[in-house]
């Protein structure tokens, strides 16, 4: 268990030292790690993003390799390894797939992002790249990734000429000035997805891919439509006071109706508000919240977290408070709250000397809360908050990337 401690230690420190621009001391730290599990494909893909900054190719190489024989099947290290063969072989458009994969696996690691704004950059679509970039920092708690990749070739439109000489002054040669050239690449075992679709994706494939990630470049876009729906929701419930009223009383959780089997209610109830104070402070604190949640977990994750608080936070009402009726979106809310602290506790250490101070900010304004919600007659459903707190830890543990879940607690 020691050695586990001691090896994610190491770990941690190859990626802040990475995410700095600083390839030689990430080494390092992997190297360390290498030491003590030489079996870890964290490890050896560290090994190669270091050695890749560094313009060691030839370790890149056989470390990459390494990954993919510890991770036959794929996997986040095997597809990332996949993406930086290709990178090296100069095939921008593949390696750019395999990024894709990583990132639907795991969106919250910052040289993923870092990697593929690269990619994006070498295919000449230089606004998504920037868009790349801008979450790579954001992931990355400020990291730029300075000289983590081979530098690319100015651009400027060769002409048919050029293009000739310059492939015949490619062929036979290693590396120079920092790029990579190489003459024949040598055939690699195809990613996983491809051997069983073909050596080709096909027009729904493609279609699926770019509209997965063309919605991934939005920025907080479940926390924007969750919030318009309470939006809307209020504001129609509101059109007429008859209205309001039939509606508070068909959707809100009136527990003795649940009782009687309208268990319905406990969902509903999520969606309705009683005033403009109570929907706009929800709705404040949902936007400040959720799309830091968001940005960590990944909308899908992040979307289940909400609704699962939502539906916990109801069910912990019913039964802790029987015969009282409750409408808002705090439970579920407290639930997302919940989960970005899951997401700062399980990675203290890759936050370094700030993870402790976002702990502990959370940990204030978490209590703070608490103490509020359980002040006579404060009018909050205190125990509705606590379910979804506690429902929202539990399904963010649950679903953090892998990456993110892997050797913490020990």
Same mark, same amino acid.
């Given at each position: 268990m020691e !050695?586990?401690?001691? &090896?994610?230690? %190491?770990l941690d420190q190859g990626k802040q030292e990475l995410a700095h621009g600083h390839g030689r001391e990430a080494a390092i730290a992997y190297a360390h790690g290498a030491q003590i599990d030489t079996d870890d494909p964290m490890v050896h893909l560290g090994l190669a993003e270091a050695n890749l900054a560094l313009?060691? %190719?030839?370790?890149?190489?056989m470390a990459c390799r390494k990954v993919q024989e510890l991770q036959p099947q794929g996997g986040f290290e095997g597809w990332t390894a996949q993406a930086i063969l290709d990178l090296l072989d100069q095939r921008y458009d593949r390696a750019l797939q395999s990024a894709d994969k990583v990132i639907e696996l795991d969106p919250s690691i910052g040289y993923t992002h870092a990697l593929r704004s690269y990619l994006l950059r070498a295919t000449g679509q230089d606004y998504d790249a920037n868009l790349a970039r801008a979450r !790579?920092?954001?992931?990355?708690? $400020?990291g730029r990734f300075e000289n983590c990749f081979p530098a690319l070739p100015p651009k400027s439109p060769p002409s048919y000429q050029a293009v000739n000489t310059a492939t015949q002054a490619q062929n036979g040669s290693q590396a120079r000035n920092g790029q990579v050239q190489v003459q024949e690449p040598a055939p690699r075992q195809a990613p996983q997805a491809e051997k069983l679709g $073909?050596?080709?994706?096909? $027009?729904?494939q493609r279609q699926m891919i770019r509209t997965r990630f063309a919605l991934s470049r939005y920025t907080g876009l479940v926390t924007n439509i969750l919030v318009l729906i309470n939006v809307l929701v209020y504001v129609a419930s509101n059109l007429s006071p008859s209205i309001h009223q039939n509606i508070m009383n068909w959707g809100s959780q009136i527990n003795p109706y649940v009782a009687q089997g309208q268990y319905y209610r406990? #969902?509903? !109830?999520?969606?309705?508000?009683e005033d403009i104070f109570h929907i706009f402070i929800n709705m404040l604190? &949902? #936007?400040?919240? $959720?799309? !830091?949640v968001e940005i960590f977990y990944g909308k899908g994750r992040y979307l289940l977290i909400y609704l699962l608080s939502g539906i916990g936070s109801g069910i912990a009402f019913y039964f802790l408070d029987p015969g009282q009726a409750a409408v808002g979106a705090s439970g579920a809310i407290f639930g997302v709250f919940g989960a970005l602290g899951v997401f700062y506790i399980m990675n203290r250490r890759m936050l370094g000397t700030g993870g402790q101070g976002f702990i502990m900010q959370w940990g204030f304004i978490l209590v703070l809360n608490l103490v509020l919600g359980f002040t006579p007659n404060s009018g909050i459903a205190i125990w509705g908050h606590v379910g979804g &707190?506690?429902?929202g830890m539990i399904v963010a543990y649950l679903v953090m990337p892998r990456d993110r879940r892997s050797r913490r607690f020990i």
């Open positions: !050695a586990h401690s001691e &090896l994610q230690t %190491y313009g060691n %190719y030839d370790v890149v190489k !790579a920092t954001r992931m990355s708690y $400020g $073909g050596s080709r994706l096909n $027009g729904m406990i #969902f509903t !109830a999520m969606f309705l508000h604190s &949902l #936007f400040m919240v $959720g799309r !830091a &707190l506690i429902i």
